[in-house]
């Protein structure tokens, strides 16, 4: 049973002001260590309920937060981009089980530091009509390559959006939000050793299940329309030149795709370009 885990830093306990996801600066350097530490109980619970392999994907900005040293050194930890899979890489190398630490709710929701992808480009994103944040598009993403979201860690705004995607895993609430930067979270600590539980609980339920060792890609990859609302015309504006997209208003788009994986993939090509408009 190989597991593989993303890690994000917005939802992780303790956690709440931009300055503490971005480079740079001390609390930052405490907040990326708190973020190792939830991956590390993750790692540990996984471990203990009896996963073979567990692959640790660093997942926020320019993915290259968690510190090695500190990782747990029984787990293989994917760092840097850009990556074809983004926030879901080491998926290709195949993963039963997909637990999703320190995630946010999405964009324009009342989550500590809610927002979708890049919160300078992306106000909203709909995949066939239902809205969604980064759990709910790699979530697809991991569901397309046979693997299943089986535990998710963050606020518990995000818990109630995402709760009816993944109606069989398991939730962590780290800390309740109060505004988009306030909230009360639990000690680290606290939420670590509720992480560690949950994930050793999931990993021996699905082992019990008899899930299979290792799954591959599922092999329908269903077309996706994606719609997608732009903080600003000129974004719009910028990411029409693409050929294939279609502008529905002065700041909401649509496009076509084969799969999940390539919504993922164009959502991260139009942020890259977002970038020359800052
Ligand atoms: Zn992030």
Redesign the pocket.
Known sequence: MKVLISA???GIAGVFHPEQ?RAGNGEYEAARRWMTLEANAAIEGAFAGGATQVWVND???GFRNLLPDLLDARAQVVLGKPRTLGMMAGLEYGASLVFMIGY?AMSQTRGILAHTINSFAFARVSLNGVEVGEAGLYGALAEEYGAQVALLSGDDVFAEETAPRFPGARFVVTKSATGHASGVTQSPANARAAIESAAREVVQQHLAEGRAPQATRAAAAKPVECELRVQTSALADLFCQWPTMTRVDAVTLRFSAASAEHVVRMLNCLSAMSFMLR
Do not use: A, V, Y
Request: charged share 25%; glycine share 12%; hydrophobic share 10%.
């Open positions: 994000d830093i917005e996801t997942s926020h900005g946010h």
